[in-house]
């Protein structure tokens, strides 16, 4: 009884592979017999279509094929015959019109025959070839198999029949074991999958693609040449003029060399950055692998950039600090080609002086002033250790230790000393174990650089430096020495001398003192106030008050360089009436009588000074005040349209010039009364003396343009006279003994401005002292009042509006009073060690110009004498003053502009008196405010 065939959608029978290798080894044995065999009649369906061609038989079957197959015997899988053998069992599908259940291959056409086994045996073929499991070929030509349901097929793939119905193979004859030499059709998702010499060489090309492509950027990947613009960067130091450091400022960064660096220091940043650093070509590739592993481990937070590579972008330009793939490769690259052009030397030292430490510090120099307070060639090993650790993370560590957190630097300095360890045990083993706590480090300093008396320095110091191109950029990057004119210690007792003689008055009233070097324009010193943070006013470059009596020196000035004497007797009447001008009149209302002009400074009687002023002429008056530097800082206030203060005067107040209407600063009043020490020359004051570079390059010399405002002679006859105001006029308070004094006092109305500027041979001193109180609302406004005000008489910052007002001083100060008492004081200090010298002698230059007549001589009779207590040089005319415009400009806003008071007098009321308000108070900004916003916050630059 025939077997029955397995069921295709079952699976295939367990004896199968049996078969399939008893008909491989058949068809092995079979190989190169001349002609094929066909196989026997089996069951199927007969072969339809046209026969292929010659010697190839064609069908699919479900079960094996062989040379031949018993009539009525199931096939099983796929196979091939020489001829156009059929194989029994499933239906096949055939070349032509039939399927048969196997197909046979071979060199000509079919030859039927008995089959071995139509179960185990493949058919081999005319030529010889082996019988292979495969997909179903196509038969030659050759009649088509009887046609029935499941009975045998005809012998061949024919030509012929008509396709009968399907077998037990499954839908027209596919069997389970179909396939093509030999091997089973992958199925499933297996099936998608290509062969892998494909994929080998579709790896091949990729990795080809992309090492060239890596070639080809690596060759077109330039060395840097250009440094970035901040490599360099260091800052600025600022010195007093004895070449003690006065501030420092900006990037704190001073470059070694390598021979500076100890190899100990360059062993633990090595030890802490790159330790392949000696032997590596500029990456690390195990490095990198490392710190992944380490990173993602949280064994240790680490970074893959080897030294070299930081040094590129933190060195070169091009290199920016955004993470990125692309900024990465290239890094690399640069990295790799630096290795090849510098030395390991050089491009360790370049790193080390560029990279950023903490505290403000970049470069290891730097860092190791910071932290140790030292040179870097002195640091230990174990310090070295601890600046090298704090690369990885500078400015997190600095916050962290500042909240007295060292946790996270202590495991850095313990991880680098073992690295040290590691790299050189017979150097550094010794020093694995030294405790974190035994480190010293030098005390954090939060410097306020704006704090005290040196805010108020610095402020000229950076104003002075950008009118001379210089910007604070510059100061913070390019490693400049500014050397200025300076001195501590005189800036020191100005600043005490003004406490004890100002502690008892109310803070409404303020003192500023300047001192300058006759001969070179030097400021030696000054006062503006206390602390520039708290009271940002630089009072004595910026308070412009009127000069008052202290401006008559220049007046007599012009007299004697018109050719007129000392001995020329003027008339001091009471009160006299020029061309334009108000009423001018003395502080004492007897008449003085015929008077010559060292009697007149002496007692600075007002109408000498006026006649005077009008022999002369304003404009000689005014070209020798303004050659003497005075009256320059209000070209800074719109409202005198660029004017000097000067100029301004003589063109609306006239003759009141004479009496010193101009409103002045105390640098410029001692700048100005320079020409009577210096012979007649005026140098322009400055604050530097030279700006350099680190390597001593001059940027800046100093100014020192001389210029001849006087003869030597009128210098010398104007000193003679000032020296009777202090032997025994209005300045007698300032006598210093044996020490030569000369200086004139200046006090206006009502005792609103007071001055005293006097000076000996080798330096000049203006005090000026003023009263300016801040009030919520303009005069006549309902809820008008004064507001309160600080230690430093300044109102709250917050408020939005003030208005100031300039109000009397108490009698006593006037300008033979208080500020008088202070030059004393100051000057006594300040001169103590200086060589006692002599004012040139009087040169009685000039001829007699007598605007009186001589009184005869009188009786003898007791000398006059001059009471110290009357400081009765009250400049000012005392009629018709009306108070100042008051205006509601921000505090320290000189650049406000704002009306006159409608009277047609700018910046003084119209009525051509003056009132001692000076320009400040005109223009309602804060008296004496600096020329800035408001100041820097703490612990910032300005």
Known sequence: ??????????????????????????????????????????????????????????????????????????????????????????????????????????????????????????????????????????????????????????????????????????????????????????????????????????????????????????????????????????????????????????????????????????????????????????????????????????????????????????????????????????????????????????????????????????????????????????????????????????????????????????????????YMADLNPTAYGKYANVPFESLKFKKVKITEINRGLKGYMLNIVFRELKKRGISEDDLKTKGLRVHTTFDEQKMKDAQKVVQARTANLDSTIHASIASVNPKNGRVVAFYSGDDFIDDYNNRAFDAAKQAASAFKPYVLAAWLESGRSLDSLIDGVSSIELPGT???????????????????????????????????????????????????????????????????????????????????????????????????????????????????????????????????????????????VVKGGTGIAANLGVRPVAGKTGTNNEYKDAWFVGFTPQIVTAVGMSKDVPYNKLPGKSGRRVLKVDKHGLPNRKLKTVYWEEEPMPSFIGGGGTPTQIWHDYMALITAKDKVEQFPERANTGSLSNLATPRPTPSPTETETYNPDDNGDNGMPDVGVTPPPITDCQPGDLSCSQPDDGSGGGPLNGDGTGNGGGFDNNTGVAPGAAVMPTPTPTGQRP
């Open 1 to 418: 009884m025939r077997r029955q065939e397995p069921d295709p959608a079952v699976g295939r029978r367990p004896e199968a592979a049996f078969e399939d290798t008893q008909a491989m080894m058949a068809a092995q044995a079979g190989a190169g017999r001349p002609s094929g065999r066909a196989g026997a009649p089996g069951a199927g369906v007969p072969g339809q279509g046209p026969a292929q061609g010659p010697g190839q038989g064609a069908g699919q079957g479900a079960g094996v094929t062989g040379q031949g197959a018993a009539p009525g015997r199931s096939a099983g899988p796929p196979g091939q015959g020489a001829g156009s053998g059929q194989g029994a069992g499933a239906p096949g599908r055939g070349a032509g019109t039939g399927q048969s259940a196997a197909f046979a291959q071979g060199a000509g056409p079919a030859q039927g025959g008995p089959a071995r086994d139509a179960d185990t045996v493949l058919g081999s073929g005319a030529t010889g070839g082996r019988g292979r499991r495969a997909r179903g070929g196509r038969g030659t030509t050759g009649p088509g198999g009887p046609q029935r349901p499941t009975g045998p097929g005809g012998p061949g793939g024919g030509d012929g029949g008509p396709r009968g119905p399907e077998g037990p193979g499954g839908p027209e004859g596919r069997g389970p074991g179909e396939g093509r030499g030999g091997k089973a059709k992958r199925s499933g998702w297996k099936r998608f999958l290509p062969s892998w010499k494909i994929v080998m060489a579709s790896f091949a090309v990729l990795a080809a693609g992309v090492f060239g492509m890596i070639a080809v950027a690596y060759a077109n990947t330039p060395v840097p040449t250009t440094t970035q613009a901040t490599v360099d960067d260091r800052g600025s130091v600022i010195y007093y003029a004895n070449g003690t450091v006065l501030a420092r400022l900006g990037v704190k960064r001073t470059p070694v060399t390598i021979k500076d660096i100890p190899v100990w220091v360059q062993d633990a940043v090595i030890s802490a950055e790159n330790r392949s650093f000696r032997e590596d070509s500029g990456i690390d590739l195990r490095g990198m692998a490392r710190s992944v592993w380490s990173t993602l481990s949280g064994a240790q937070l680490q970074g893959a950039s080897t030294i070299t590579q930081q040094m590129a972008r933190n060195y070169y330009d091009g290199l920016s600090q955004e993470v990125s793939i692309q900024r990465k490769v290239k890094e690399i690259f640069v990295a790799i080609k630096i290795n090849k052009t510098l030395s390991k030397d050089e491009i360790l030292t370049r790193y080390l002086n560029a990279i950023y430490f903490g505290r403000g510090a970049n470069g290891i120099q730097a860092a190791a002033k910071a932290f140790f307070g030292k040179n870097v060639k002195d640091l230990t090993p174990p310090e070295a250790a601890y600046i090298a650790g704090r690369i990885q993370n500078p400015s997190t560590f600095d916050t962290l230790e500042a909240n007295d957190k060292f946790a996270a630097t202590k495991e850095r300095y313990q991880y680098v000393l073992k």
């Open 582 to 724: 108000a009423p001018i009149k003395n502080s004492h209302a007897a008449p003085y009588g015929p008077i010559d002009t060292v009697k007149a400074m002496a007692d600075s009687v007002n109408t000498v000074f006026a006649q005077m002023g009008e022999t002369v002429g304003l404009k000689e008056v005014a070209r020798i005040a303004k050659e003497a530097g005075v009256g320059e800082r209000v070209k800074d206030n719109p409202l005198y349209g660029g004017q000097n203060s000067v100029d301004w005067a003589v063109d609306h107040q006239k003759y009141q010039t004479t009496i010193g209407v101009a409103s002045v600063t105390a640098v410029e009043q001692a700048a100005g009364y320079s020409i009577f020490a210096n012979e007649g020359k005026h140098v322009d004051w400055h604050t530097i003396i030279k700006v350099t570079d680190s390597k001593g390059l001059v940027w800046l010399p100093e100014q020192l343009v001389e210029r001849q405002v006087i003869s030597p002679e009128a210098a010398a006859d104007a000193t003679y006279a000032l020296q009777a």
